[in-house]
C-alpha cells in the first residue's frame, strides 16, 4: 500500500485548524473514499478531483484511494480542500515526490478542467499556518496578494495541475491569465463629501463626535432631512485602519467570500436592507456559522436604514455584539467567534407615513400605530446607543441662502486629532477609542467633569440609566479631545448628557 500526506486547514470562524489530508492506494475494489466528517461540498471532491485529474492528462488510480482528513473528529466544510486532496493522491501515486507535500499547505478548488479555482478564507488558513510553523504554502492564481499580507511564508500560486505537478517538481510555474473573482465585491462605498449635506449643523456636528470616539449614532427625523445621506459620509469622516485592525478586518472579508486584493486599510461599511434575514446580519450557517453583516462591518460602520422596519429578532441579536465587540454562533457541532465592534448608526422615521413632524404635512397615523412603530426599536437597544438627534425639515428660504459646510476632509483632520489625543491618553490600555473605555476606568482612572451631581440627578429621576451615565461619560471626553482639553468641563458634560437624552445641545452648532 502507497500512503503520502499532505496539509491544509479548516477555518472555525476566524481560527484555523491545521488538518492533515492522508491518501493511501491500494487493498481493494478500485473506487475512492472520503472520511473524516466532510460535509456535502467537501465529499463531492471525490468526483471533482478524479475529473480534474483525468482531464489534465495524469491518471487517477485504478485501485481503492482512500483519503483520510485528520483529525477525524473535527467537521471540515468547503471545497478549498480540493488542492491538497489532488496533491496527496498524486503523490502517493509517485506522480509528484512524496517529500515535496509532506510540509506544504495547499488551498484551493479544482474544476473538472484543471483549473484551479479561488477559495474563501485565505489570509485566515495562512495566518493560522504561520502560526503552525509550516513555510511554504500553494494557492491559486489571483490570490497572491491576499496571501503576501502573510509574513514568512513562501507563497506560490498555481493556475491548473499542471502547474502544481510543476510546482511540486521544483520546476518554475508561469504565471496565467487570472480567473474572474468568484467572490463578492466588498469594501468601503464611492467617497461622499460632507458638505454636499445642506443645512442640519447639529446632526453633523453630531457625526462628527460619533467619529471622533466611535460612538453609537441615532438619527430620527421625516423623510428626506438628510438621515441616509449623513450616514453614508461617516466612513469619510474615519481615518485609516492600523496595521493589525486592517490584518483583522481583511481576515474577517476573506472568510466571507468578499474580494480581498490587498490590505484592506479603510473602515468598512454596511447597509443591509431592512428585510434581511438575521443569519445574514448576525452570522448564521447549518454546520459551521458564516459571518455576517455586523462582522463585515467589524472597525467600520454598519447603517440600518428604517430600523424599526427590521426583524426584531435581528433588532435584539445587536445586543451583546455591541456591548463586547464580538458574536459568539453557537451549532450543534462547535462554536464560532468572529469580531463585531462596529459603529452602528439607525435611522428612522418619526411614525409609518413619515409626516408626524413635518410642518403642513398631515399625518394620518392612529396613535396606536405611531406606538407600536416607535416600540419596535426597544428600550435595550436604544439603551446602548450613545448619541440621538432629531433632525427637522429644511424650510425653503434656508434652502435658497444656505452656505456649503465643511468638507469631509477638514473635519476629517479634526477627528484625527481627537483620535491621537485618546490614543495618547489610553497608550498601553489595549483600548483605542474612547467607546471601548469600561465603565470603572471612566470612574476611577479619569478624572470625573465638574457637574457630575447633573449625572446622579437623572439617573435618580429615570432619565438616564447606569449605562447611560458611563455613555455620558464617554462622550464627555470625545468633546474635551475635540476641544482640545486634557479633561472634559462640565459644558462638555451637560452637552454630552444632552446629546445622549437627544435634546438640542446649546451651542453644539
Not at 490570490?143 to 511540486?168: F, H, K, P, R, Y
Not at 483583522?248 to 443591509?272: C, F, K, M, N, Q
Not at 448564521?284 to 440600518?304: E, M, N
Not at 485618546?422 to 465638574?450: C, F, I, K
Request: net charge neutral; aromatic share 4%.
Amino acid at each position: 500500500m502507497s500512503l503520502a500526506q499532505t496539509w491544509s486547514v479548516a477555518l472555525l470562524g476566524m481560527e484555523g485548524q491545521m488538518i492533515e489530508v492522508e491518501a493511501a492506494i491500494g487493498g481493494g475494489l478500485p473506487r475512492t473514499v472520503l472520511v473524516g466528517l466532510p460535509d456535502a461540498s467537501l465529499y463531492e471532491s471525490r468526483d471533482r478531483c478524479r475529473a480534474a485529474v483525468a482531464n489534465s492528462g495524469y491518471s487517477w488510480p485504478s485501485q481503492l484511494v482512500t483519503i483520510n482528513l485528520t483529525p477525524a473528529s473535527l467537521p471540515k466544510a468547503g471545497s478549498h480542500y480540493d488542492l491538497s486532496i489532488v496533491a496527496a493522491v498524486l503523490a502517493a501515486a509517485e506522480v509528484v515526490p512524496r517529500e515535496s507535500v509532506r510540509r506544504r499547505v495547499l488551498l484551493g478548488e479544482v474544476g473538472l478542467d484543471g483549473r484551479v479555482r479561488r477559495v474563501r478564507g485565505v489570509l485566515p488558513a495562512l495566518m493560522a499556518a504561520r502560526s503552525a510553523g509550516f513555510e511554504q504554502v500553494v494557492v491559486p492564481q489571483g490570490q497572491q496578494a491576499e496571501a503576501a499580507l502573510v509574513e514568512g511564508l513562501g507563497v506560490t500560486a498555481v493556475g491548473s495541475l499542471a502547474d502544481l505537478v510543476d510546482c511540486l517538481h521544483g520546476r518554475p510555474v508561469l504565471p496565467v491569465e487570472d480567473d474572474p473573482a468568484t467572490g463578492e465585491e466588498g469594501g468601503s462605498p464611492p467617497a461622499r463629501d460632507l458638505s454636499e449635506v445642506v443645512g442640519q449643523p447639529e446632526a453633523r456636528w453630531a457625526l462628527e463626535v460619533a467619529a471622533a470616539g466611535r460612538h453609537h449614532l441615532y438619527l430620527q427625523g421625516p423623510p428626506g432631512v438628510g438621515k441616509t445621506m449623513l450616514a453614508e459620509r461617516l466612513p469619510g469622516l474615519l481615518p485609516d485602519l492600523e496595521l493589525p485592525e486592517a490584518l483583522e478586518v481583511s481576515a474577517v472579508h476573506s472568510l466571507a467570500g468578499v474580494g480581498v486584493d490587498g490590505l484592506i486599510t479603510r473602515p468598512p461599511y454596511a447597509d443591509p436592507h431592512h428585510s434581511a434575514s438575521q443569519p445574514s446580519i448576525i452570522g448564521g450557517g447549518a454546520r459551521i456559522a458564516r459571518p455576517g453583516a455586523i462582522s463585515l462591518a467589524h472597525r467600520g460602520v454598519l447603517f440600518l436604514d428604517e430600523a424599526p422596519e427590521f426583524s426584531p429578532r435581528v433588532l435584539e441579536g445587536l445586543r451583546t455584539p455591541l456591548e463586547s465587540g464580538v458574536v459568539t454562533l453557537g451549532r450543534t457541532q462547535l462554536q464560532t467567534r468572529y469580531p463585531a465592534r462596529f459603529q452602528l448608526v439607525l435611522a428612522a422615521n418619526p411614525c409609518p407615513c413619515g409626516l408626524a413632524a413635518t410642518p403642513g404635512a398631515e399625518c394620518r397615523c392612529a396613535p396606536m400605530a405611531i406606538r407600536r412603530y416607535a416600540e419596535r426599536l426597544s428600550g435595550p437597544v436604544l439603551d446602548r446607543i450613545d448619541i440621538a438627534v432629531t433632525l427637522a425639515p429644511l424650510r425653503r428660504a434656508y434652502l435658497r441662502t444656505a452656505t456649503v459646510g465643511e468638507t469631509s476632509a477638514v473635519v476629517a483632520a479634526r477627528v484625527r486629532e481627537a483620535r491621537e489625543r485618546q490614543a495618547r491618553r489610553l497608550t498601553g490600555s489595549g483600548w483605542l477609542t474612547n467607546s471601548e473605555v469600561p465603565g470603572h476606568h471612566l470612574r476611577r482612572g479619569l478624572p470625573l467633569p465638574d457637574g457630575v451631581e447633573a449625572l446622579d440627578q437623572a439617573l435618580q429621576r429615570g432619565r438616564i440609566s447606569a449605562r447611560g451615565v458611563d455613555k455620558v461619560l464617554r462622550v464627555s471626553w470625545t468633546l474635551a479631545d475635540l476641544a482640545g482639553a486634557d479633561a472634559p468641563t462640565r459644558s462638555h458634560l451637560l452637552t454630552a448628557l444632552a446629546m445622549r437624552r437627544g435634546e438640542p445641545a446649546e451651542g453644539v452648532a
